[in-house]
DNA sequence: ATAATTTAAGTTACACTATAACAAAACATA
DNA sequence: TATGTTTTGTTATAGTGTAACTTAAATTAT
């Protein structure tokens, strides 16, 4: 538990988080010749402004901000564009969306959310991807895409219990 | 690949299925103490009519047949109820829900969700489960809920092959 | 049994999430 | 510059889910 990731590290430098994404971001769209528009580096460094997951309305403001147009389909399409160049996962079960720490190969991610503070991680965890491929593969299933979410709570937040979860005497 | 779960077997006895969901569930509600009324089993009753994942809303045409309401509190207040025993799970990837084939002890399923058919098998599978265990404790994170949802092709749709998929020469 | 309490269902209204469809503008290329 | 393509603006609407209050039914206590 020694090195945590930095989503679970409040004290840590968030500034240098969202300017190295943003420069990967710019690096990758360049490579696949891709437009990384104002609006969508716009987009990107919102959700990176956050570890945690935000939903696409929550961006609407600062896009209106900013000058540009906030409808809806604005900001959909901003994060469609993301998420195919795999810069952002949307997160099913909370209806939002976070930055991915190591875009490039797709990915599918493994994600711990803390119900409490909201702070969200994604891990790259072969083991967990194995058994998913060993079990599929079982039955004949040829995976095309997989969503782990794990809802619980963070280090940070075991402290302050917020109510239902108890801490198992390991 | 010789065991397929039912789902993946277009052939089996489907309303057997039915018949043995609602005796579990009845079981269960009863040793419980919990009620389930007419409009519960009927929505538990329905969802099991598909081994398809079904949006809450797709329900509610049937409720109003049966002669009750039907607005979306009424069946979204059954799905709450039915989610909590257990006895029904929510597809978050699909905003769409499916019955448990085990109900009982509290569980997180697994499910692979068929692309092309959308039928949905759920797996109980141990290494699947300590594989996210064993990242999270790395991690101190306390787990409360899992969602782990795999959509790709089933072994009966692989051969109409459905565009994307290619199957993997193993 | 009846009254008091709790639980479930009816009802209206609305909030949140996401997309369709078409027009205008910006960009890329010939 | 003319042409085709991609992106953005704009309006409208579809789909999913819940809040809040009322009525009815079931449970429990008297």
Redesign the pocket.
């Known amino acids: 538990m020694s090195k945590q990731p930095l989503s679970f590290q409040p004290e840590h430098d968030h500034d240098h988080c969202i300017h190295e994404a943003l420069k990967k971001a710019r690096g990758l769209c360049a490579e696949r010749k891709?437009?990384l528009?104002?609006?969508?580096e716009l987009v990107l460094q919102l959700i990176w402004k956050s570890h945690k997951p935000l939903?696409?309305?929550?961006l609407l403001p600062a896009?209106a901000d900013a000058g540009?147009?906030s409808?809806?389909?604005?900001v959909?399409?901003?994060l469609?564009?993301l998420q195919t160049q795999g810069l952002v996962h949307?997160i099913?079960s909370?209806?939002?969306f976070i930055g991915c720490p190591h875009p490039g190969p797709s990915h599918q991610g493994c994600f711990l959310i803390c119900r409490a503070c909201n702070s969200t991680v994604e891990l790259e965890s072969a083991p967990v991807q194995n058994a998913i491929h060993n079990s599929a593969a079982h039955l004949g299933f040829i995976i095309e895409q997989e969503t782990v979410e794990v809802v619980g709570l963070c280090p940070n937040c075991q402290s302050n219990d917020p109510s239902p979860a108890q801490r198992e005497p390991e």
Chains 1, 2 share one sequence.
């Open positions: 891709q437009r528009t104002p609006i969508r939903g696409a309305y929550e896009l540009f147009n409808a809806p389909p604005t959909y399409r901003a469609d564009f949307r099913s909370l209806n939002a």
